[in-house]
């Protein structure tokens, strides 16, 4: 390496270092057999740690409870099913993780599941660090100290716009997984990988929640309350802005959702008022902002707005309205008759779809139906926000391993 | 918030906007002479006709008013009427006029890659703005044009095709002084020579000086305070503009600034304004105590951000601006990006009527989490 590029590196220890080092360093670090004991110690280390210096922090504990053991050995077991004896499930050898850089915990999913199936992993971090970013890592390198034969397998490290870096970063990676904008996406891929490399892709996405009206009406008060509580940690935990949190709010049935509808909107104010979710100024016009282009470009019928937590838009059709957002509590909802009627309007950068009253058969017909024009995962109100090892239509566990076929049969027998 | 003067004001030209006999009234009477009840009454007349004739010639417009409920019959005060955010002006170009009456498209300054807005002037407008700027301006510096200062640089105007708001800031002032003399060399140096042959030749006459608030301050004031000058600026008329944000970041407001000023020069008249590239003339003007005072075309609303209802008088907020100028776009009613308080109503006898403004600044950007694209790199998502 005869020029120098330096980063800042915060794992396995912080300090600025010299990519070439860092990479040389990297390449010689042994991977593992997937869910070898050493990674599993060292993960479920972090979460026993995270748990406890995470107090307070909603995100930090999800994530610590997402990687506790027994959850390492639940996915260690439906990771087993993926193989058998003559398909053997090997790393993939390095992995290039591009987290993105304001949800604070999405950097260590990816990496957790990498870590877990035995790869090497470089993690570019963005240089906008948040206090919960940095507490993660604090924790991590002060973990890695009692882990030292997995130290040397995860660098995690950041440095500006320099597309030279991650040209040499890309080069030497066997997966690369980008998160991010599409204006990001667009641009790391300039950078090439090597022939041999795969590349994982997370842009920007668009997600909606379905009530069945029907279901809604027969709730009592205290159910309802609840479905609005859920809705609210769904849509408001990264200020709307998480690609998982609806924006669309779809209520199917025969009759006009309204009375419901504004029932519902009502109890989610509650909770966000009770949960003191506050919108500055800025994101209140913003908002307003977004409320009134969408007025011009789409149908909007009615608007309503009594407080700044929840405005929501009613329109008349089913929206093109995926893009740019502003977050922090604008929906746009629309009446349907029956759920299949989106089908036609579905698009790529569909998601999450958080469904509440539909019958399971109803969902599995719906996705039929869509044959994978867009939606990768349905889940139930209160779960949009649950990472998992399935998402955008990856399986990453699969993803992050190869599988490696054994057939030892005589040919002469 | 841009501030911007429009082009050539003491012109004639055959306005194309029928004159209501509210708006002539506005025009006719002195400037910041309305007592506030009376102003109330009168733009709340003006700026509902506005908003129909908007909605009947702004597809856009009556789109995003259907959707925010207008209802004529609805309508009590001032403040029941719709308000556009001004960002709208960045996003998309809003017409109230057919393409071939476009005279001029104004647009506000921006870095490179920012978007700018673009407000649709046809002729009418156009010549109600300068007629209005003509009408404010002559509050404070009478019918005369005064030998000008401009703390600026000559470049700042000379190629007109750049347009910043600096450049259309000066330009818009040029026409209220004579003999004009750019203060400050293309470096930014403050013109010695030329400044002591200016003031001498204007020994205790009246002159206008115009600059950037932020200018004023550093390249003007503090390079006269360094160099050690004698300027006896004890007969000028200084007007300024453009924000503290600077200023704000050394711990220097209003009343410092104005002391600075009288103590290193004896300049006593100084008038901040306000003003924006989306509502052109209808500039607010600051009065002797210090507020910035709407013009009768004019008004100011202080909301609430957290409701969007009006706040009390002496309760920040965000600032919407109305004026009864805009016919060729539909810029009558704007919520702003800035923060204001409006403390009270000036008393008519001093010469000052009308809501009392001041300005607290841009209202910062908020950090939202998740997804952003914001940064080429630092997209988030999830």
Redesign the interface.
């Known amino acids: 390496m005869t020029t120098s590029m330096p980063v800042i590196q915060f794992l396995p220890t912080r300090g600025t270092v010299d990519l070439g080092d860092v990479l040389r360093d990297l390449r010689e670090a042994p991977v593992t057999a997937p869910f070898d004991q050493s990674r599993i110690d060292y993960i479920s280390d972090l979460a026993t740690r995270l748990r406890r210096k995470g107090r307070g922090l909603p995100e930090t504990q999800a994530l610590a409870y997402w990687m506790r053991k027994a959850e390492l050995h639940r996915l260690e077991d439906s990771f087993a099913e993926l193989g058998n004896d003559r398909c053997l499930l090997m790393p993939r050898g390095t992995v290039f993780h591009v987290p993105?850089?304001?949800?604070?915990t999405?950097f260590v999913y990816s990496w957790v599941l990498s870590t877990l199936v035995g790869n090497r992993n470089i993690v570019r971090l963005?240089?906008?660090a948040t206090d919960q970013s940095n507490l993660i890592l604090d924790t991590m390198r002060e973990t890695v100290v009692d882990h030292p034969e997995v130290a040397g397998s995860t660098t995690m490290l950041s440095y500006g716009?320099d597309d030279r870096l991650t040209a040499a970063i890309s080069a030497e990676c066997d997966v690369r997984v980008i998160?991010?904008?599409?204006?990001?996406v667009n641009?790391?891929r300039t950078t090439a990988i090597p022939p041999h490399a795969t590349e994982l892709v997370?842009?920007?996405?668009f997600s909606m929640a379905a009530v069945a009206t029907d279901a809604y009406r027969e709730l009592d008060d205290a159910k309802r309350d609840q479905l609005a509580e859920l809705f609210f940690n769904d849509a408001y935990w990264?200020?709307?802005?998480?690609?998982?949190?609806a924006r669309l709010v779809l209520w199917a049935g025969a009759q006009d959702p309204q009375p419901l509808a504004e029932d519902f909107y009502g109890r989610v104010r509650a909770v966000a008022r009770a949960k003191g979710y506050q919108?500055?100024?800025?994101?209140?016009?913003?908002k307003?902002?977004q409320?009134?282009?969408t007025?011009?470009e789409a149908d909007?019928?009615?608007?309503s707005?009594p407080?700044?937590t929840m405005s929501v838009?009613t329109m008349d059709g089913f929206p093109d309205v995926r893009g740019e957002?502003c977050?922090?509590g604008l929906f746009y909802q629309l009446h349907v008759t029956a759920l299949a009627e989106i089908v036609p309007h579905i698009r790529r950068a569909d998601q999450t779809l958080t469904a509440f009253g539909f019958g399971e058969d109803e969902l599995r017909d719906l996705v039929r139906a869509l044959r994978g024009r867009g939606i990768d995962r349905i889940v139930p109100f209160g779960q949009a926000?649950q990472f998992n090892r399935f998402w955008d239509g990856y399986d990453l566990l699969a993803e992050l391993t190869r599988k490696v076929t054994l057939s030892a049969g005589n040919p002469l027998a | 918030m841009i501030p911007t003067t429009p082009g050539a004001p003491p012109r004639t030209s055959s306005s194309q906007v029928a004159m209501s006999a509210v708006l002539a009234d506005l025009f006719a009477r002195p400037q910041f002479s309305i007592p506030q009840q009376e102003k109330d009454r009168l733009l709340l007349t003006e700026l509902t006709d506005l908003v129909d004739h908007h909605r009947a010639s702004c597809e856009?417009y009556r789109?995003?008013t259907?959707?925010?409920?207008w209802s004529r019959d609805r309508v009590r005060s001032i403040e029941d009427l719709p308000y556009?955010?001004v960002?709208?002006f960045k996003?998309?170009e809003l017409s109230s006029v057919p393409p071939a009456d476009v005279f001029k498209v104004m647009t506000s300054s921006g870095t490179t890659g920012q978007a700018v807005s673009r407000v649709i002037l046809d002729r009418g407008t156009a010549d109600l703005q300068s007629r209005a700027l003509s009408a404010v301006m002559a509050r404070i510096l009478g019918n005369q044009r005064l030998p000008m200062l401009i703390i600026d640089t000559k470049n700042v105007v000379r190629d007109r095709n750049t347009f910043s708001a600096r450049g259309a800031g000066v330009l818009g002032m040029l026409p209220f002084g004579r003999r004009h003399f750019y203060a400050l060399n293309d470096d930014m140096q403050l013109d010695v020579d030329g400044l002591r042959e200016f003031l001498a030749r204007y020994d205790g006459q009246p002159i206008l000086l115009f600059g950037f608030t932020f200018m004023v301050w550093k390249y003007f004031l503090q390079a006269i305070r360094d160099l050690g000058i004698t300027a006896d600026l004890s007969g000028g008329i200084l007007v300024h503009s453009g924000g503290w944000k600077k200023l704000a970041e050394e711990a220097v407001g209003n009343a410092e600034f104005k002391a600075a000023l009288r103590d290193a020069t004896g300049l006593a008249r100084v008038h901040n304004f306000y003003g924006m590239v989306e509502q052109v003339g209808s500039v607010f003007l600051e009065g002797d105590d210090g507020f910035l005072y709407p013009p009768n075309f004019a008004d100011v609303v202080i909301r609430d951000?957290?409701?969007?209802e009006p706040a009390p008088d002496g309760t920040p907020g965000?600032v919407e601006v109305l004026s009864v100028l805009p016919h060729s776009y539909p810029g009558h009613i704007i919520?702003t990006?800035d923060?204001g308080v409006v403390h009270g109503v000036g008393d008519a006898s001093s010469g000052w009527s009308g809501k009392q403004l001041e300005i607290l600044g841009r209202?910062?950007?908020?950090e939202?989490?998740?997804?952003?694209?914001t940064?080429?790199?630092?997209?988030?998502?999830?």
């Open positions: 993105p850089a304001n949800v604070d999405l963005s240089s906008r716009h998160w991010g904008g599409d204006g990001t641009r790391i997370f842009a920007d996405r990264f200020d709307q802005l998480g690609c998982s949190s919108v500055d100024p800025s994101a209140a016009i913003a307003f902002s409320a009134c282009r007025m011009i909007v019928s009615a608007y707005a407080d700044n838009l957002f977050g922090a926000l | 856009p789109r995003i259907d959707g925010l409920g556009l955010p960002s709208l996003t998309h951000p957290a409701t969007w965000v919520l990006e923060r209202i910062p950007r908020s939202l989490r998740g997804c952003s694209d940064h080429a790199f630092d997209g988030g998502r999830r």
